[in-house]
């Protein structure tokens, strides 16, 4: 397989044909003869890429039955057609590339699932473009240089990336990820069939999931409780919600409209969901924290200035300051202004 980088991140079959050098009947034909139904293969990307980070960022956030990091490779559960499957993720570095295993008898639905993996792990992105723009500031400078081709993850399902970005608001990333444990272990639908990682028995729970009686057994605020079931009712009303819009300001404006869902968890769905490059979390406390000075936080206003410098890339420069923040012991983070929360 050629993994000269390539443009294209859509399925369409002429991007197909330029990625892999034969359209999508040959390779689902190839497929079709693997053993059982596995199929692997590389999905090109321009270099760098920052591997470490990004299989960070997903460990940390990992929900258990449903994902996993094993080995530095990304697994996961999915379902296409209401049929389970299960993909794996590794690095290639020394073929620009990403190691992609799919296990899914649909072999049809190929193409839409490359696809979904290219926006996850940000395949189509120039990382020349964005360092050379973002090393520009003399405050991002130095953390490009320690994460060159730092990409911004993406998502399998804007559904389920956006119920994680509700079960985040206002509190840390390792309680947001016990708080989605819960919710799969609550409302999760195991898998009809066993698949080829045992570790991964369950499905992100479905949209019609999330009712009221069954939300009330996660232990949530009433309010939090309210997000996540109107944000389940409007993905059933709108087959198109997460879908990218026009502009940056028609996406937040949308997103902001629904119940629960402020600036924060508005900008943080567009960052990842839409890939919305210039999407920006300037009311997010790490980056209050760590932008300001001798243990002062910068308000939401001073940090959105600041972040003027970064566009069109600030999602970018986002996630600079997130892996470099973590990189932070924590009792290093303490502030003396911490605002309460």
């Known amino acids: 397989m050629n993994a000269r980088p390539a443009r ?19 390779l689902r034909r190839r497929a079709a003869t693997a053993a059982g139904y596995g199929i692997h293969l590389l999905l090109p990307y321009r270099p760098p890429y920052h591997w470490p980070a990004m299989l960070g960022f997903l460990a940390a956030r990992a929900m258990q039955h ?3 990091v094993v080995d530095g490779r990304y697994r996961r559960s999915i379902e296409i057609d209401d049929v389970a ?12 590339a ?16 490359i696809a979904r993996i290219r926006r996850l792990f940000d395949l189509a992105s120039d990382p020349d473009a964005i360092d050379a723009a973002l090393a520009r500031d003399e405050r991002l400078a130095p953390l490009v240089a320690a994460r060159p081709g730092l990409r911004v993850p993406g998502a399998w399902s804007g559904f389920e990336t956006a119920i994680r970005a509700i079960l985040g608001q206002q509190i840390t990333v390792a309680a947001a990820t016990a708080l989605a444990n819960k919710l799969v272990a609550v409302l999760g639908r195991p898998s ?3 698949g ?22 996660i232990g949530m605020p009433r309010a939090r409780r309210a997000a996540l079931a109107g944000l389940a009712a409007a993905s059933l009303a709108d087959p198109f919600l997460f879908d990218r819009k026009a502009d940056l300001e028609t ?36 980056l209050r924290r760590i932008l300001g000075a001798q243990g002062d936080y910068l308000s939401t206003a001073a940090v959105q200035a600041r972040a003027e410098a ?31 929360l």
């Not at 499957?85 to 620009?96: D, F, N, R, T, V």
């Not at 990403?98 to 699932?113: D, Q, R, T």
């Not at 080829?196 to 057994?217: K, M, R, W, Y």
Request: aromatic residues 8%.
């Open 98 to 113: 990403l190691a992609v295993s799919i296990h899914h008898p649909n072999l049809g639905a190929l193409p839409g699932m």
């Open 251 to 286: 996406a937040i404006a949308q997103l902001s409209a629904l119940p629960g869902l402020g600036p924060w968890t508005a900008h943080y769905i567009a960052m990842r969901v839409l890939r919305e490059n210039d999407a920006c979390l300037a009311s997010d406390i790490v």
């Open 66 to 68: 449903v994902e996993s």
């Open 196 to 217: 080829p990682f045992a570790e991964l028995t369950h499905l992100f729970p479905a949209a019609g999931c999330f009712t009221p009686a069954l939300l009330d057994q």
């Open 192 to 194: 009809r069939s066993a």
């Open 85 to 96: 499957g299960w993909i794996e993720i590794g690095h290639a570095p020394e073929k620009h």
């Open 310 to 340: 970064w566009r069109p890339w600030r999602a970018y420069a986002v996630m600079h300051l997130w892996a470099a923040d973590q990189a932070v012991p924590s009792q290093l983070k303490e502030s003396k202004n911490a605002p309460v």
């Open 8 to 26: 294209c991140g859509g399925a369409r079959p002429e991007c197909f044909q330029q990625l892999y050098e034969r359209p999508p009947g040959a």
